[in-house]
T-cell receptor, first 116, second 111 residues
Framework: GAVVSQHPSWVICKSGTSVKIECRSL??????MFWYRQFPKQSLMLMAT?????????EQGVEKDKFLINHASLTLSTLTVTSAHPEDSSFYIC????????????FGNGTRLTVT | SQQGEEDPQALSIQEGENATMNCSYK?????LQWYRQNSGRGLVHLIL?????REKHSGRLRVTLDTSKKSSSLLITASRAADTASYFC???????????FGGGTRVLVKP
């Protein structure tokens, strides 16, 4: 159980376009989802915490107008990279938290974004 | 800044050997978790140890936690080529709270 599906797994887009990444919890309800960014051979950097029905909480230094997060239902959160530039190229990973204390995070398989 | 720092950054061993990696953190925690990441994939949860626990086992994995030293270790016994991956520790300050990940240890198990 506790499967998180992330889509697409990879995307190539042109500079200036926007890209939407979806994160779905398939067999559980996720009141909280997290979005991470990972550069090659580096750790995960938390970008924002997404709570169903409320505005996302962004980490310091993350532009909320650049990275739009929508958590419209208990099973879906989306991250939209607006007006993408080559420096936005990265591996984006979502994770979801079940509604239990001390529970581990369940991760999607990530999205490799390449902006040309 | 990253809460957890892992050591070593990379580890290369022969199949059958044990692999040990360490994680240090700076602030008080509620729990510490270890995750595994295969190249280009998401993270898979391995084991969670609570702040009031000192040791935990899961199959070939053994995790220790020393809150006085603010450190944890992950031991993989009798390693297999399939254990090749990056391993991350992550700390949580409260139940259900966001996690802060360490820099990771890249483990290569040679057949």
């Amino acid at each position: 159980g506790a499967v998180v599906s992330q889509h697409p797994s990879w995307v190539i887009c042109k500079s200036g376009t926007s890209v939407k990444i979806e994160c779905r919890s398939l067999d559980f309800q996720a009141t909280t989802m997290f979005w991470y960014r990972q550069f090659p051979k580096q750790s995960l950097m938390l970008m924002a915490t997404s709570n169903e029905g409320s505005k996302a909480t962004y980490e310091q230094g993350v532009e909320k107008d650049k990275f739009l997060i929508n958590h419209a239902s208990l099973t879906l959160s989306t991250l939209t990279v607006t007006s993408a530039h080559p420096e936005d190229s990265s591996f984006y990973i979502c994770s979801a938290l079940t509604d239990r204390g001390n529970s581990p995070l369940h991760f999607g398989n990530g999205t490799r974004l390449t902006v040309t | 800044s990253q809460q957890g720092e892992e050591d070593p950054q990379a580890l290369s061993i022969q199949e059958g050997e044990n692999a040990t990696m360490n994680c240090s953190y700076k602030t008080s925690i509620n729990n510490l978790q270890w995750y595994r990441q295969n190249s280009g994939r998401g993270l898979v949860h391995l084991i969670l140890i609570r702040s009031n626990e000192r040791e935990k086992h899961s199959g070939r994995l053994r995790v220790t936690l020393d809150t006085s030293k603010k450190s944890s270790s992950l031991l993989i016994t009798a390693s297999r080529a399939a254990d090749t991956a990056s391993y991350f520790c992550a700390t949580g300050k409260a139940a259900g709270n966001k996690l802060t990940f360490g820099g990771g240890t890249r483990v290569l198990v040679k057949p």
